[in-house]
């Protein structure tokens, strides 16, 4: 990126391709930050729910699960609408990375060493702050930085970055033979991931005439956009956080699955040999998927096809409890996924409303990746106990998903 782009509007649509060293970094930075989320998520909070809780370990992971989702959910608008408004020489987006960056390594060493569930659960909370600052800070450069015809692209390789990122977590988790570990890897790893994004330095300045004047009242009802002046908005957003549900409530139990139903004699492990299958069907669709719609200035189709993909792959999970059927499912899930992720992003920026607020846009934009999380364990939870277990339970993901995949025609603006 030359001088001349650094030193242009932070309100300017960009004119010119993000350099090749950028989109690297800013995906390394994604791989680590999702280490960070995925290495709890898919294996460590499990692990302490079980330790401290015992035979209650799925309703003990719902609360934990769900209330820091509950935190992700308010913390990532109010970090993008304050990154918005940064004014620093530093820029716009890269203060909130830093903070993000520290604060979530802090939180790991709490959660690493927490006694019970109440830390745990405190611990969980303040990593979702922290992590959701460097989140909303690094999505929101992706449209400062990058033009339309771009954006497939780079949203094919932060896909990748989410998916590598589980991939990472889940190993890290196994390898370091335990709770304390795991999480302090995952902490270090978060580090040297994004040491080279903030290295490069390489953000906007808000010139402060270009600043909104302040109030609460205003303040607070941005975090509102409305369905009726913002319809295609609206449906991008619904269409999120269905295909997000759909595979949030597989997810989230999914070491139990492969303790409970598959019998698995490693669950830990097993978690990590399907993430990393997982990964490698990502791999085949992420990158060229987020290419191709670019190339062909097409988005919906792409989204349609991902999410039957995607139902595809729970179905397996849901109609053979094996090992064998474990991978093939995980794997046909990744396949979708990937279609998903990358050209997910660029739909949803396409249909932001205003360039002033893209950081708070998409902030509102990943609640839809967040909400999910909260809805997931409450919907999980009593489907696997009462309601026919881990079989209605994926056969419930693949209908959401389904919904989502046709929901997303109502979007009009985009071809």
Not at 33 to 38: D, E, K, S
Not at 97 to 126: D, E, K, Q, R, Y
Not at 307 to 330: D, E, K, P, R, Y
Request: hydrophobic share 55%; aromatic share 10%.
């Amino acid at each position: 990126m030359t001088s001349s782009e650094l030193t242009r509007s932070a309100l300017d649509e960009p004119a010119k391709p993000a350099p090749k060293s950028w989109v690297a970094a800013i995906s390394l930075a994604n791989v680590g930050l999702f280490t960070a989320w995925f290495g709890p998520i898919l294996t460590l909070l499990g692990m302490q729910a079980e330790r401290f809780a015992g035979d209650d370990k799925e309703a003990a992971l719902a609360w934990v699960v769900g209330i820091g989702a509950l935190c992700s959910t308010v913390a990532n608008p109010v970090f993008g609408a304050l990154s918005d408004r940064t004014t620093s020489r530093y820029g716009r987006r890269l203060p909130w990375t830093v903070l993000g960056i520290c604060g979530g390594v802090a939180s790991l060493v709490l959660l690493a060493f927490a006694p019970n569930l109440v830390v745990v659960t405190i611990g969980w909370c303040l990593a979702q702050i922290a992590l959701n600052a460097n989140f909303a800070a690094i999505t929101a450069a992706v449209p400062d930085h990058a033009p339309h015809q771009q954006r497939g692209t780079i949203g094919g390789f932060l896909g990748l970055a989410q998916t590598v990122g589980a991939v990472v977590g889940a190993g890290l988790a196994a390898a370091a033979g335990g709770i304390v570990g795991g999480y302090l890897a995952c902490a270090v790893f978060l580090v040297i991931a994004s040491a080279p994004y903030v290295a490069m330095r390489r953000d906007l300045v808000l010139d402060p005439a270009d600043r909104p004047s302040f109030s609460w009242g205003t303040f607070l009802r941005g975090f509102w956009i409305s369905p009726r002046l913002h319809p295609d908005f609206a449906w991008a957003w619904l269409t999120r956080f269905l295909m997000n549900l759909g595979f949030s409530i597989g997810l989230v139990y999914l070491l139990f699955y492969l303790d409970d139903a598959v019998h698995h004699e490693n669950p830990e492990a097993g978690v990590f040999l399907l993430s990393a299958v997982n990964s490698l069907a990502l791999l085949v669709t992420v990158v060229a998927g987020g290419w191709l719609s670019d190339r062909l200035d097409r988005r919906r189709i792409f989204v349609t096809v991902a999410g039957v993909v995607m139902a595809a792959g729970t179905l397996s999970l849901a109609g053979f409890h094996s090992w064998t059927a474990a991978i093939i499912g995980v794997a046909v899930l990744g396949l979708g996924m990937g279609v998903f992720t990358s050209v997910d992003l660029a739909l949803m920026i396409d249909v932001l409303p205003e360039a002033i607020d893209r950081g708070k846009d998409l902030g509102v934009v990943n609640i839809a990746n967040s909400l999910p999380q909260v809805l997931a364990p409450v919907v999980a939870a009593p489907v696997v106990s009462v309601l026919g277990g881990y079989s209605t339970l994926y056969a419930v993901a693949a209908g959401v998903t389904l919904t989502g995949a046709v929901l997303v025609y109502r979007i009009k603006s985009v071809r």
